[in-house]
Protein backbone atom coordinates (compact mmCIF):
# COMPACT_ATOMS: atom_id res chain seq x y z
CA UNK A 1 0.00 0.00 0.00
CA UNK A 2 0.95 3.45 -0.93
CA UNK A 3 0.19 6.74 0.63
CA UNK A 4 -0.66 10.16 -1.12
CA UNK A 5 -0.51 13.65 0.73
CA UNK A 6 -0.55 16.73 -1.57
CA UNK A 7 -1.20 20.21 -0.63
CA UNK A 8 0.80 22.50 1.46
CA UNK A 9 4.38 22.52 1.40
CA UNK A 10 5.82 20.31 4.25
CA UNK A 11 9.38 20.77 5.61
CA UNK A 12 11.50 18.05 5.55
CA UNK A 13 11.44 16.89 9.29
CA UNK A 14 7.75 17.22 9.04
CA UNK A 15 7.65 14.96 5.79
CA UNK A 16 10.02 12.58 8.07
CA UNK A 17 7.57 12.30 11.12
CA UNK A 18 4.86 11.03 8.87
CA UNK A 19 7.05 8.53 7.31
CA UNK A 20 8.23 7.07 10.52
CA UNK A 21 3.96 7.72 11.60
CA UNK A 22 3.23 5.02 8.51
CA UNK A 23 6.88 2.92 8.62
CA UNK A 24 7.35 4.13 4.58
CA UNK A 25 9.67 2.27 2.62
CA UNK A 26 10.57 5.44 0.42
CA UNK A 27 9.42 8.87 0.09
CA UNK A 28 9.11 10.13 -3.80
CA UNK A 29 8.27 13.82 -4.42
CA UNK A 30 5.64 13.73 -7.31
CA UNK A 31 5.22 17.50 -7.45
CA UNK A 32 5.83 20.53 -5.26
CA UNK A 33 3.55 19.51 -2.45
CA UNK A 34 2.95 16.03 -3.35
CA UNK A 35 4.72 13.24 -1.66
CA UNK A 36 3.89 9.42 -2.14
CA UNK A 37 5.20 7.05 0.87
CA UNK A 38 5.54 3.79 -0.09
CA UNK A 39 5.00 0.11 1.83
CA UNK A 40 3.14 1.93 4.20
CA UNK A 41 1.07 0.77 7.48
CA UNK A 42 -1.88 2.08 7.14
CA UNK A 43 -3.19 4.07 10.62
CA UNK A 44 -5.81 5.90 11.74
CA UNK A 45 -3.96 8.80 12.89
CA UNK A 46 -2.94 9.98 9.44
CA UNK A 47 -6.12 11.94 8.43
CA UNK A 48 -6.19 14.09 11.42
CA UNK A 49 -2.78 14.67 11.40
CA UNK A 50 -2.75 15.67 7.86
CA UNK A 51 -5.57 17.85 7.90
CA UNK A 52 -3.99 19.77 10.66
CA UNK A 53 -1.50 20.48 7.68
CA UNK A 54 -4.26 21.40 5.46
CA UNK A 55 -2.69 18.47 3.52
CA UNK A 56 -5.36 15.80 1.58
CA UNK A 57 -4.40 11.91 2.04
CA UNK A 58 -4.85 8.99 0.22
CA UNK A 59 -4.40 5.11 0.88
CA UNK A 60 -3.57 3.78 -2.80
CA UNK A 61 -2.81 0.46 -3.99
CA UNK A 62 0.25 -0.42 -5.64
CA UNK A 63 -1.83 -2.32 -8.76
CA UNK A 64 -3.78 1.05 -9.79
CA UNK A 65 -1.19 2.09 -12.36
CA UNK A 66 -1.73 5.69 -14.18
CA UNK A 67 -0.71 3.49 -17.69
CA UNK A 68 -4.29 1.47 -17.25
CA UNK A 69 -6.04 4.48 -17.42
CA UNK A 70 -8.09 5.88 -20.14
CA UNK A 71 -11.37 8.12 -19.39
CA UNK A 72 -11.50 10.79 -17.01
CA UNK A 73 -14.79 12.19 -16.61
CA UNK A 74 -15.10 15.57 -15.29
CA UNK A 75 -18.09 17.90 -13.64
CA UNK A 76 -17.55 21.30 -14.92
CA UNK A 77 -19.20 23.83 -12.17
CA UNK A 78 -16.77 24.01 -8.70
CA UNK A 79 -15.03 21.27 -9.99
CA UNK A 80 -13.03 21.95 -13.90
CA UNK A 81 -14.20 25.28 -12.95
CA UNK A 82 -14.23 27.62 -9.59
CA UNK A 83 -17.75 29.07 -9.85
CA UNK A 84 -20.98 28.07 -10.30
CA UNK A 85 -21.85 29.05 -13.71
CA UNK A 86 -25.85 29.58 -13.62
CA UNK A 87 -25.04 31.37 -10.39
CA UNK A 88 -22.89 34.20 -12.07
CA UNK A 89 -25.45 34.58 -15.15
CA UNK A 90 -27.97 35.05 -12.97
CA UNK A 91 -26.11 38.37 -11.34
CA UNK A 92 -27.03 40.00 -14.78
CA UNK A 93 -30.94 39.89 -14.13
CA UNK A 94 -30.44 40.49 -10.14
CA UNK A 95 -31.43 37.02 -9.23
CA UNK A 96 -28.07 35.94 -8.00
CA UNK A 97 -28.76 34.95 -4.17
CA UNK A 98 -31.86 33.31 -5.35
CA UNK A 99 -30.54 31.26 -8.19
CA UNK A 100 -27.45 30.50 -5.99
CA UNK A 101 -30.08 29.63 -3.39
CA UNK A 102 -31.38 26.57 -5.27
CA UNK A 103 -27.85 25.97 -6.88
CA UNK A 104 -26.55 25.03 -3.31
CA UNK A 105 -29.72 22.90 -2.02
CA UNK A 106 -29.48 20.74 -5.86
CA UNK A 107 -25.65 19.98 -5.11
CA UNK A 108 -26.44 19.28 -1.17
CA UNK A 109 -28.96 16.52 -2.85
CA UNK A 110 -31.83 18.32 -0.71
CA UNK A 111 -33.61 19.59 -4.24
CA UNK A 112 -34.11 17.39 -7.10
CA UNK A 113 -32.13 18.45 -9.88
CA UNK A 114 -34.26 18.88 -12.50
CA UNK A 115 -36.71 20.93 -10.41
CA UNK A 116 -33.48 23.39 -9.31
CA UNK A 117 -32.67 23.74 -13.22
CA UNK A 118 -36.23 24.95 -13.73
CA UNK A 119 -36.57 27.40 -10.81
CA UNK A 120 -33.27 28.62 -12.29
CA UNK A 121 -34.27 28.87 -15.51
CA UNK A 122 -37.09 30.59 -15.29
CA UNK A 123 -35.49 33.25 -12.92
CA UNK A 124 -33.44 34.02 -16.23
CA UNK A 125 -35.79 33.72 -18.43
CA UNK A 126 -35.39 37.26 -21.03
CA UNK A 127 -31.81 37.13 -20.78
CA UNK A 128 -29.89 38.12 -23.28
CA UNK A 129 -27.86 34.94 -24.96
CA UNK A 130 -24.55 38.31 -25.46
CA UNK A 131 -24.54 37.14 -21.40
CA UNK A 132 -23.77 33.90 -21.66
CA UNK A 133 -20.24 35.14 -23.39
CA UNK A 134 -19.60 37.58 -20.58
CA UNK A 135 -19.55 35.05 -18.26
CA UNK A 136 -16.96 32.37 -20.00
CA UNK A 137 -14.51 35.37 -20.57
CA UNK A 138 -15.14 37.52 -17.72
CA UNK A 139 -16.09 34.75 -14.92
CA UNK A 140 -15.55 31.10 -15.76
CA UNK A 141 -12.17 30.71 -14.06
CA UNK A 142 -10.53 27.47 -14.30
CA UNK A 143 -9.93 25.55 -11.16
CA UNK A 144 -5.64 25.34 -9.99
CA UNK A 145 -4.23 22.49 -12.07
CA UNK A 146 -7.44 21.94 -14.65
CA UNK A 147 -5.58 23.23 -17.42
CA UNK A 148 -2.21 20.69 -16.58
CA UNK A 149 -4.92 18.19 -15.95
CA UNK A 150 -6.49 17.94 -19.83
CA UNK A 151 -2.87 18.60 -21.17
CA UNK A 152 -1.95 15.70 -19.46
CA UNK A 153 -4.43 13.55 -20.34
CA UNK A 154 -3.58 14.27 -23.74
CA UNK A 155 -0.50 13.87 -23.71
CA UNK A 156 -1.30 10.01 -22.21
CA UNK A 157 -4.04 9.58 -24.71
CA UNK A 158 -6.77 9.68 -21.94
CA UNK A 159 -9.94 10.00 -22.94
CA UNK A 160 -11.73 13.63 -21.39
CA UNK A 161 -15.30 14.25 -20.69
CA UNK A 162 -16.84 17.31 -19.54
CA UNK A 163 -20.32 16.32 -18.63
CA UNK A 164 -22.15 19.38 -16.56
CA UNK A 165 -26.04 20.25 -15.71
CA UNK A 166 -25.32 23.75 -16.79
CA UNK A 167 -25.70 25.39 -20.47
CA UNK A 168 -23.72 23.73 -23.39
CA UNK A 169 -22.42 27.40 -24.11
CA UNK A 170 -19.98 27.09 -21.35
CA UNK A 171 -19.06 23.29 -21.89
CA UNK A 172 -18.26 23.86 -25.44
CA UNK A 173 -16.04 27.21 -24.47
CA UNK A 174 -14.20 25.22 -22.30
CA UNK A 175 -13.68 22.35 -24.75
CA UNK A 176 -12.61 24.09 -27.60
CA UNK A 177 -10.09 26.27 -24.72
CA UNK A 178 -8.51 22.97 -23.18
CA UNK A 179 -9.25 20.38 -26.15
CA UNK A 180 -11.37 17.98 -23.92
CA UNK A 181 -12.44 15.42 -26.37
CA UNK A 182 -16.04 15.41 -25.83
CA UNK A 183 -19.20 17.08 -23.64
CA UNK A 184 -22.60 17.10 -22.37
CA UNK A 185 -25.02 19.89 -20.88
CA UNK A 186 -28.33 21.20 -20.91
CA UNK A 187 -29.41 23.28 -24.13
CA UNK A 188 -31.88 26.23 -22.97
CA UNK A 189 -34.02 27.54 -25.19
CA UNK A 190 -33.61 30.82 -27.38
CA UNK A 191 -35.77 33.14 -28.62
CA UNK A 192 -35.27 36.40 -30.39
CA UNK A 193 -31.44 36.32 -28.63
CA UNK A 194 -33.22 35.91 -25.22
CA UNK A 195 -33.40 33.08 -22.93
CA UNK A 196 -36.97 32.11 -22.60
CA UNK A 197 -36.70 30.25 -19.37
CA UNK A 198 -36.89 26.67 -20.15
CA UNK A 199 -34.76 24.22 -21.65
CA UNK A 200 -34.53 22.94 -25.40
CA UNK A 201 -33.28 19.26 -25.19
CA UNK A 202 -33.64 16.74 -22.85
CA UNK A 203 -32.77 17.32 -19.36
CA UNK A 204 -29.27 16.56 -18.10
CA UNK A 205 -29.14 15.50 -14.89
CA UNK A 206 -27.41 13.02 -12.58
CA UNK A 207 -29.17 10.06 -14.32
CA UNK A 208 -28.24 11.58 -17.84
CA UNK A 209 -24.72 12.37 -16.88
CA UNK A 210 -24.00 8.73 -15.46
CA UNK A 211 -25.70 7.59 -19.06
CA UNK A 212 -22.95 9.43 -20.96
CA UNK A 213 -20.43 7.89 -18.86
CA UNK A 214 -21.72 4.20 -20.02
CA UNK A 215 -22.25 4.95 -22.88
CA UNK A 216 -18.27 6.47 -23.68
CA UNK A 217 -17.27 3.43 -21.43
CA UNK A 218 -19.06 1.03 -23.67
CA UNK A 219 -18.09 2.60 -27.01
CA UNK A 220 -14.70 2.91 -26.39
CA UNK A 221 -14.77 -0.95 -24.53
CA UNK A 222 -13.62 0.29 -21.09
CA UNK A 223 -14.23 -1.37 -17.81
CA UNK A 224 -14.56 0.82 -14.23
CA UNK A 225 -11.10 0.35 -13.30
CA UNK A 226 -9.99 1.71 -16.11
CA UNK A 227 -11.99 5.14 -15.31
CA UNK A 228 -11.62 7.84 -13.32
CA UNK A 229 -14.82 10.32 -12.41
CA UNK A 230 -13.95 13.77 -10.53
CA UNK A 231 -17.20 15.90 -8.81
CA UNK A 232 -18.29 17.38 -6.19
CA UNK A 233 -22.24 17.41 -5.78
CA UNK A 234 -24.94 15.42 -5.32
CA UNK A 235 -25.74 15.04 -8.99
CA UNK A 236 -21.95 13.53 -9.98
CA UNK A 237 -22.35 11.03 -7.51
CA UNK A 238 -24.42 8.58 -10.31
CA UNK A 239 -21.18 9.26 -12.17
CA UNK A 240 -18.80 8.88 -10.29
CA UNK A 241 -20.36 4.71 -8.67
CA UNK A 242 -19.55 3.81 -12.53
CA UNK A 243 -16.12 4.77 -12.10
CA UNK A 244 -13.35 2.38 -10.73
CA UNK A 245 -11.55 5.87 -8.93
CA UNK A 246 -13.88 8.62 -7.61
CA UNK A 247 -12.59 11.68 -6.44
CA UNK A 248 -14.56 14.61 -4.56
CA UNK A 249 -13.32 17.53 -5.41
CA UNK A 250 -13.53 20.44 -2.85
CA UNK A 251 -16.81 18.75 -2.23
CA UNK A 252 -20.47 18.75 -0.54
CA UNK A 253 -20.10 16.47 2.57
CA UNK A 254 -22.42 13.82 0.99
CA UNK A 255 -19.95 13.05 -2.22
CA UNK A 256 -17.12 12.82 0.45
CA UNK A 257 -18.63 10.09 1.68
CA UNK A 258 -19.12 8.07 -0.68
CA UNK A 259 -16.39 8.75 -3.16
CA UNK A 260 -13.04 6.92 -3.60
CA UNK A 261 -10.87 9.88 -2.56
CA UNK A 262 -11.24 13.24 -1.31
CA UNK A 263 -9.49 16.17 -2.75
CA UNK A 264 -9.73 19.53 -0.59
CA UNK A 265 -6.04 21.34 -0.61
CA UNK A 266 -4.34 19.86 -3.65
CA UNK A 267 -5.29 21.44 -7.60
CA UNK A 268 -7.08 19.11 -9.88
CA UNK A 269 -4.42 17.32 -11.40
CA UNK A 270 -3.27 16.02 -8.21
CA UNK A 271 -5.80 13.47 -9.05
CA UNK A 272 -3.43 12.00 -11.52
CA UNK A 273 -1.05 11.40 -8.29
CA UNK A 274 -3.80 9.04 -6.97
CA UNK A 275 -2.10 6.50 -9.80
CA UNK A 276 1.34 5.00 -9.47
Aim: glycine share 6%; proline share 3%.
Amino acid sequence: MNLVVQGAPLAHDTLSELAAMVEANHVVTLAPGAWRLTGVRETAAVEAWCAERALDCAWVPETRRLADLRLVALDMDSTLVTVESIDELAEFVGAREAVAALTERAMRGELAYGEALAQRLALLAGLEVAALERVCKERLHLSPGAERLVARCRSLRVHTLLVSGSFAFFTDWLRTRLGIDEALANLPEVRDGRLTGRLAAPLVDAAAKAAKLAEVMRREGLEAAQVLAVGDGANDLPMMALAGVSVAYRAKPVVRDRATHALDHAPLDGVLNLYL
